[in-house]
């Protein structure tokens, strides 16, 4: 977990290449943020949607130890994510609603 710094986690940094965060495969405006042992991804799209590259993103996250945040997810991604296991909580913190998933 210690080889992931906290804060913002830009496409292709060290970071990103240990989690599978990579250029290649999202486009170029989404990021994701380490906040102690959570990996928040704020904005992310799919360079190519369907194919299965944001869940493989999610499982190494969830591999590497960390706890997957979704912030006001979009009506689809809600679907996918509850699918995938994820609860739906309001994080007082934050001051959204967010659905989590812990390794």
Known sequence: MDKIPEGKILLNS????RLGFMSNLFE???YLWRVGKAIWISLIFSKFPGKGNFKKLVQ???DLGFTVIV???SNAMRQRLEKWGFA???DYESGCE???KER
């Open 60 to 62: 190494n996250i969830l």
């Open 98 to 100: 967010i659905m989590i």
């Open 71 to 73: 912030p006001t997810p």
């Open 88 to 90: 739906t909580i309001f």
């Open 14 to 17: 060290e970071a990103g290449k």
């Open 28 to 30: 170029s405006d989404s």
